[in-house]
């Protein structure tokens, strides 16, 4: 059997082949510095946002959870304003009401006694006996008118005129056999106070 041929090569491995290596110029090198720090700026950048947009959401997060408490804390002050306001002004419109009412009663002491009794004798008319009371003070200048306002309703019973000094002025008391009617301001006052008290009440606990 022949011995295997050698292979022999002519090549030498150990010198560089000048035409499969070339040296990089300046400029590719520059280029490729370039090129690298170009992704390195973009990496860093694309970075940064996302670090930022994770800061940004996190503090709008924050700063609507502010925003909500102080909403909150201005709604509650808001509503106790609201409520106190609510208060002074019924106040003030009641006791604007007691003024006017008092002054009223002041220059015309007899206008609401003539309306009651006027309404009586309208619904009264055949009602045998009819007594009204009123203030001692008021009783000559009222009886005159409560006669011709009985006489103009056709009101042909007895009619019963008396002055009492413990009736308020403007107060008057009506009474006939089976029923009666009194106007009486501080029962009225009293009315109002209550019924105001109970609307404030439940506006408080509505509250």
Same mark, same amino acid.
């Given at each position: 059997m022949a011995a295997p041929a050698k292979f022999l090569f002519d090549m030498d491995f150990g010198v560089p082949d000048k035409a499969r290596e070339k040296p990089a110029t300046a400029s590719e090198i520059a280029q490729k510095i370039a090129s690298a720090e170009a992704r390195a700026y973009r990496d860093g950048y694309d970075a940064a946002q996302r670090e930022a947009k994770a800061e940004s959401d996190r503090r709008s997060a924050l700063a609507l959870e502010e925003i909500?408490? #102080?909403? *909150? =804390?201005?709604?509650?002050?808001?509503?106790?304003? /609201?409520?106190?306001?609510?208060?002074?002004?019924?106040? @003030?419109?009641?006791? @604007?009401?007691? *003024? &006017? $009412? +008092?002054?009223?009663?002041? =220059?015309?002491?007899? #206008?609401?006694? +003539?309306?009651? @009794?006027?309404?009586?004798? %309208?619904? &009264?008319?055949?009602?045998?006996?009819?007594?009204?009371?009123? +203030?001692? %003070?008021?009783?000559?200048?009222? !009886? /005159? *008118?409560?006669? !011709?306002?009985?006489?103009? %309703?056709?009101?042909? =019973?007895? &009619?019963?005129? &008396? #002055?009492?000094? /413990?009736?308020?002025?403007?107060? $008057?008391?009506?009474?006939?056999?089976?029923? =009666?009617? @009194?106007? /009486? !301001?501080a029962a009225i006052e009293a009315k109002i106070n209550e019924l105001v008290g109970r609307y404030m009440a439940s506006r408080d606990q509505a509250g």
């Open positions: 909500g408490i #102080a909403i *909150k =804390g201005i709604a509650t002050r808001f509503s106790g304003v /609201e409520t106190r306001m609510e208060t002074e002004a019924v106040d @003030v419109a009641v006791a @604007v009401a007691r *003024k &006017l $009412c +008092n002054e009223l009663i002041s =220059g015309e002491p007899l #206008a609401e006694i +003539n309306a009651l @009794v006027a309404d009586c004798f %309208s619904h &009264l008319v055949s009602t045998p006996h009819l007594v009204v009371r009123i +203030n001692d %003070s008021l009783y000559e200048a009222a !009886r /005159e *008118k409560i006669e !011709r306002q009985a006489a103009q %309703s056709g009101f042909e =019973g007895r &009619l019963v005129i &008396l #002055a009492e000094p /413990e009736i308020a002025t403007g107060d $008057c008391r009506i009474e006939w056999a089976d029923g =009666g009617v @009194v106007l /009486e !301001r």
